[in-house]
């Protein structure tokens, strides 16, 4: 690829050498919830079959849930649906089954086959989904198979505003698109997190961004994502690295939650600082150890097994509740000390 196209991230080529394939589990799990407890009241009252990656939001009190749902096998499509549990539910268990709303489906040529993997951010007091849209040209495609899509609650609904694409030689090579959220860091511009995937190049952590301006336009549309920047490889004993829960501030930067596949195939989750100068954001800390992997059943047997797949985190107190895919079947939660979640992250030099 040509440099000009894109930046390297300042540190990117030094990160992995502090970390090690090692794990301290400092997850905490609370309630795991199987997708027979889950009634689709909108869609035949039918239970899918798989509910797994959901993002979390705290809203008046509530833990509005969005997750990735399944109902078939043919062509694993899948939508999104959401439901509200009290925090109690989720510190306490939850005994009733749950209705849930499908809200965002296939439909648009960008989404056509499938809708996964949403991340919510709230921007100047509005509501934003950022999800992966499986392309009508998923299955016969060979560029731009899946575009990250961009929606806005309004008056309830989701309405989908933009979808994103890279700059035009890039366009032309990406296959795939993933592991995406948007976040407005400085009020500024708004922060695009992607993992765009190239033949013979290892899938990535990439940061670019928008004129916040594309937040205000009514058309649905493409977005082109500007200002790219590679910003942290998988290390040698994994097969790729993408972006999990949205960032969360804290008073350094921002630490995110990411997930790593590894050369074993089992999916963890590790830490990251990112510190935030102009226009570009870096990664300037990282856990030397993954910070959870799979351990319990549920985690290690579903539909696809050994994965812990995050998507969602709040601060609440002292600690972080998070929400993630155990083993693509179920939904589940997690806690972790925001002190030690702190603590797990070491500068990198």
């Not at 997750?67 to 989720?90: N, P």
């Not at 990406?174 to 976040?183: E, Y």
């Not at 082109?224 to 008073?251: C, H, S, T």
Request: net charge negative.
């Amino acid at each position: 690829m040509n440099e000009h196209l894109f930046r390297l991230g300042k540190l990117a080529l030094r990160i992995n050498h502090m970390r090690k394939p090692k794990t301290n589990d400092i997850v905490k799990r609370l309630l795991v919830l199987p997708p027979k407890r889950i009634i689709l009241k909108n869609l035949l009252s039918i239970n899918p079959i798989t509910a797994f990656n959901p993002a979390i939001q705290m809203q008046e009190g509530e833990i509005k849930v969005y997750t990735r749902i399944t109902t078939g096998y043919y062509t694993y499509s899948s939508v999104i649906a959401e439901f509200a549990l009290k925090l109690d539910d989720i510190y306490e268990g939850v005994h009733d089954k749950i209705e849930a709303e499908v809200t965002i489906i296939p439909d648009s040529e960008v989404d056509f086959w499938g809708v996964e993997d949403p991340r919510i951010t709230t921007i100047n007091g509005r509501g934003f989904m950022t999800y992966t849209g499986r392309t009508r040209w998923f299955f016969e495609g060979k560029v731009n198979r899946t575009v990250p899509i961009v929606a806005e609650r309004r008056n309830g609904t989701w309405n989908r505003r933009f979808y994103l694409k890279l700059p035009p030689l890039l366009d032309q090579i990406v296959s795939l698109n993933k592991d995406a959220f948007t976040q407005v860091l400085d009020d500024k511009i708004l922060h695009v997190f992607h993992r765009p995937i190239f033949e013979n190049s290892p899938p990535s952590l990439w940061h670019g961004t928008l004129p916040l301006e594309v937040l205000d336009k009514e058309k649905f549309r493409e977005e082109v994502i500007m200002n790219n920047e590679l910003i942290m490889f998988p290390a040698d004993f994994e097969r790729n690295v993408g972006w999990g829960a949205p960032l969360l501030k804290i008073d350094d930067g921002y630490i995110a939650i990411a997930h790593a596949r590894g050369i074993d195939e089992v999916y963890r989750l590790y830490s990251l600082l990112l510190t935030l100068e102009g226009d570009r954001l870096d990664i300037t800390g990282v856990s030397e150890t993954y910070i959870m992997e799979p351990k319990e059943i549920y985690e290690k047997c579903g539909d696809r097994p050994n994965v812990v797949f995050i998507c969602g985190a709040e601060v609440i107190g002292d600690k972080v509740l998070i929400s993630y895919g155990a083993a693509d079947q179920f939904i589940a939660f997690g806690e972790i000390e925001l002190s030690e979640l702190v603590n797990s992250i070491r500068e990198i030099k």
